[in-house]
């Protein structure tokens, strides 16, 4: 049998004819053709999707499948990427492979059984395999899913779901691997299926025929919920299972360890169910002293308060109905005296109050006595307002020590750092661009990489291009035509990519030209002011290593905080001047951005040094370093529906023709910006750059950025927050901007993003530049047009607090409570309007902060606030900050 008839049935997309020929091959023929088969699959990846040549896949997928002789290059075969979504049917497949041996066929099974899911391993070839093979049924995540699938599919309209799994031979197999796959509970063929063709409904009812075993159901279930990680869906489907297997009192009683185990690590939901099942053991007796202490040990530390409240219930009722629990409960219950929530606090003293009777006569009961001296050590941990209680309660045996004076404590200050020189050698440039190519670094380690390829672009740039290929090449535009490049640099020019695209000359310079660049007024986005002297910067490297490499650039920072020292600067001048080079206008711009100002007499030493060099850039930088700049541009906030931003005013020494035309857009005022659906800045992570292009006036940068923040406050969106502890540390005073920014990320709805506006505060607050007056009074209006919500703000501020530093978060609580109690007391009250959600908890903040660090004095609207009638949440707390602040 010829090889090229084999291929030239494969080309025409015969499959039929493939079978009918490869049948008839012996195995030294099929082997021959194997070359033939992989070259031209190498052709028909060349090939457009949607080229004729493409109908040859199913018949090359079912030719290679039948020529290769080992399993496992059946096995690579048969799941090529560029095969994946054009494969032969698996009937056709089976019967090609059907002569092998079982122990062949076994071996092949495996191997597909145990590919990805992203390798659409087909399930009817893999059961259809195991069929034939005779050997034991797969339990991998790709073939239970492929399983799943196949089940409920063949439903219609053989059948219904319950009909084909009791059908199943390997129903007990399956069945049991359904319990170690991987989110497999959060399919939609799970979830919202119902009747004969709900898999929880099948699963119960084979069950109970007994074609299931019950107590591996059981366990199955408990163990799938004991090991947790999975999605709210997956423990939905599992734990509804084992509620509809309705254990009985035994097989509850088997499982308390489990039960205790859920209640202290599961989800909300799952631990409620385990809360519930032993509640009702503890009711019926059926568990001991000891277990309940365990029971309450795991759940009082929980954060939700909902299974906090209702453990404190049950423990009520137990204690009610047998007094004898009181020895071994109580001390736990006193555990909770250290609670974060005050209400927690309180519930479990009055629990303790209410049942401490019952420890019996101390003089007798050697171990009542031990219950009543651990409380008494408990009761030290309570807010102030609930330790004089305990003290009445306690008497004598709570020792009560003399307050130790607050001490607030803040974060050190870091000192700015010298970044280290640029790489010595090309390997060192490369292997530090292709780490920041994956993961964009800070700003002093970009730095140092772009002077880095500039230099060595200057000294060697063969050598440099060569130990920059490897990174290159993993980019996804390595392989682009160069007018796609071009297209995707013309945007943006995405960090260090243009120039190393560049270097390797993927990118073409006649997109790079300086004539080529935008006029001064054709951009009107936001962030167009720092975003285009970065870029601006940027492209100009880009075009120099190409076209006339300099030695070094000029706007490299000194200092990690991004400022550059004027003396360096000069001196870099000079090496420019001797050596016969051209600096570059962008670099030389940025550099005169980042000269550092706070030594009056080094700047008028550099510049009599600049004067001297007898160069324009050096009478540029004398009069540049002359000249006197404001620490503030004039500023004000303005409202924008339900948004607080800020507008600038122009700042004429960046509006000169000092500055070439990109720079001076950072000198237009801020309120000729409006939004812009054209705008290309999107990524976030090139915000600290911009923050490095006038390093100390972060209020430049804070104003651009406000509109992407409130926005993604508002609309509940992932924006740059992560930049906030960075802009807190720049250097320069923080004004209306910058503590709006920090106001925002307060209210952001991700924990994560709250964390950083944390750390951004306490940055502020330990350097001395929080204004926490200007901060609290933005969190109260942004509050009260609901752009904050007061529930993310006090899960932020309790952070803030948590860290020691309860006189800073009182002193922005201080001023941002007001307005909003003035809602509650105010006009709300007259309309009979409920707190805002999440008021309650801020209140509480308030007080624990104010009762750490013993603030006292007057709070507008808080009197008010208390006299309300009722015991809600803010009501309470309320009480309680007044009493702290009297």
């Known amino acids: 049998m010829s090889t090229q008839t084999l291929i030239r049935a494969v080309r025409a997309g015969k499959v039929s004819d493939v079978v009918a020929l490869v049948d008839g091959m012996t195995d030294t023929e099929r082997r021959a053709c194997v070359p033939e088969l992989k070259q031209l699959r190498r052709e028909l990846r060349a090939e457009p999707w949607r080229s004729p040549a493409q109908r040859a896949y199913p018949a090359l997928h079912v030719a290679g499948a039948a020529c290769q002789t080992g399993a496992a290059a059946v096995a690579a075969w048969l799941t090529g990427s560029d095969l994946r979504w054009r494969q032969a049917p698996p009937a056709v497949l ?21 590919r990805p899911l992203s390798a659409r391993v087909q399930y009817e070839l893999m059961a259809g395999l195991v069929r034939l093979a005779g050997c034991p049924v797969p339990t991998s995540e790709a073939y239970v899913r492929g399983w799943m699938d196949h089940v409920g599919r063949a439903r219609r309209p053989a059948g219904t779901v319950i009909g084909n799994l009791r059908g199943d031979p390997h129903l007990a197999e399956l069945v049991a691997a359904l319990f170690e796959t991987e989110e497999v509970g959060a399919r939609s063929a799970w979830r919202y299926d119902v009747g004969p063709n709900d898999w929880t409904y099948a699963l119960t009812q084979l069950t109970r025929e007994g074609l299931l075993d019950r107590k591996a159901m059981v366990d199955g279930c408990v163990a799938r919920l004991l090991r947790g990680g999975g999605s709210t869906a997956d423990d939905k489907v599992f734990l509804g299972l084992l509620t509809a297997l309705d254990l009985t009192r035994d097989e509850r009683l088997e499982r308390i360890a489990d039960w205790t185990a859920l209640c202290a690590d599961a989800s909300s939901t799952v631990a409620a169910h385990a809360q519930a099942v032993l509640a009702d053991l503890v009711l019926d007796g059926g568990l001991g002293p000891r277990r309940l202490a365990e029971l309450t ?55 303790v109050q209410h049942h401490l009777g019952d420890l019996g006569d101390l003089g007798r009961n050697v171990e009542a006595m031990r219950a009543r001296e651990e409380i008494a ?15 009445q309660l306690l008497g004598a045996s709570m020792t009560e020590s003399a307050p130790e004076a607050y001490e607030e404590l803040l974060p050190p200050v870091p000192s700015p750092t010298r970044l280290a020189p640029a790489p010595e050698s090309v390997a060192e440039v490369a292997e530090e661009v292709g780490a920041l190519l994956v993961a964009d670094g800070e700003v002093g380690a970009f730095e140092r990489a ?78 167009s002011g720092p975003a285009d002297v970065f870029e601006a910067r940027l492209r100009e490297i880009a075009y120099r290593v190409r ?86 541009p004039v500023e004000r906030c303005r409202t924008a529906g339900p948004r607080i931003l800020v507008e600038f005013g122009e700042l004429p020494e960046l509006r000169s023709a000092f500055f070439p035309p990109e720079f001076r857009r ?62 807190a540390e720049a250097e320069g005073e923080a004004g209306d ?54 529930t993310r703000l006090a899960e932020a501020m309790r952070v803030v607090a948590a860290t020691g530093a309860y006189g800073t978060a009182w002193s922005v609580l201080r001023e941002a409570l007001p307005p909003m109690l003035a809602e509650l007391v105010g006009e709300g009250a007259a309309q009979g309007k409920a707190p805002a959600r999440g008021l309650g908890e801020l209140v509480a903040v308030a007080a624990e902060c104010a009762e750490r660090s013993g603030a006292h004095g007057p709070l507008p609207y808080l009197a008010e606030a208390a006299q309300r009638k009722g015991s809600s949440r803010v009501v309470t707390q309320s009480r309680r900050l007044r009493a702290a602040l009297v």
């Not at 060697?460 to 490897?470: G, I, K, S, T, Y």
Request: glycine share 8%; aromatic share 6%; hydrophobic share 45%.
């Open 547 to 632: 076209t006339d490499p300099m030695p070094f650039l000029l706007a490299t920072p000194t200092w990690s905080t991004g400022t550059l020292e004027a003396a360096e600067l000069v001196e870099r001048l000079d090496v420019h001047r001797r050596s016969g080079s051209r600096p570059g206008e962008a670099d030389f711009a940025q550099a005169l951005l980042r000269v550092r100002r706070e030594d009056p007499t080094a700047l008028a030493s550099a510049a009599a040094a600049a004067g001297r060099l007898g160069t324009a850039e050096g009478d540029r930088l004398a009069e540049w370093l002359r000249t006197d700049i404001p620490s503030q």
């Open 297 to 351: 040990d795991a759940v009082l530390f929980r954060t939700e308060k909902k299974l906090v409240r209702a453990q404190l219930v049950l423990l009520g009722r137990a204690l009610k109905k047998d007094a004898s629990l009181a020895t071994d409960v109580l001390p736990v219950v006193a555990g909770a005296f250290g609670h974060e929530d005050t209400d927690v606090q309180e519930r479990a003293l009055k629990l």
């Open 666 to 727: 950072l000198g237009r005022p801020l309120s000729v910006y409006r939004g812009s659906w054209r705008c290309p800045h999107w990524n976030h992570r090139d915000w600290r750059h911009w923050l490095a292009v006038v390093p100390g006036r972060p209020e430049l940068m804070a104003g651009r950025v406000l509109r992407d923040l409130s926005q993604a406050v508002i609309e509940d969106t992932r924006t740059g927050f992560s930049f906030l502890p960075a802009l």
């Open 450 to 527: 772009l002077d880095g390829l500039v230099r060595h672009a200057h000294r060697n740039r063969d050598a440099l291009v060569e130990a920059l290929r490897p990174a290159a090449a993993r980019l996804w535009w390595a392989d682009l035509a160069p007018e796609s490049v071009d297209r995707y640099f013309s945007e943006s020019p995405h960090g260090l990519e243009i120039v190393v695209a560049a270097l390797v000359k993927q990118l073409r310079t006649v997109g790079l030209a300086p004539e080529l660049h935008e006029s001064a007024d054709s951009r009107g986005c936001v962030h």
């Open 94 to 114: 089976i019967e090609v492979l059907g002569d092998r041996d079982p122990e062949w066929l076994g071996e092949l099974v495996r191997r597909l059984a145990e």
């Open 737 to 790: 901007a910058v503590h709006l920014c920090v106001a925002y990320g307060l209210g952001a709805r991700r924990a994560e993003d709250r964390l950083a506006a944390v750390d951004a505060l306490l940055g502020l607050a330990a350097r001395g530049r929080l204004d926490a007056e200007r901060l609290g009074t933005g969190l109260g209006r942004l509050a009260v047009v609901a752009s904050v919500r007061p």
């Open 377 to 391: 050590d408990h009761a030290s941990r309570l807010s102030p307002g609930l330790r004089a209680r305990a003290q």
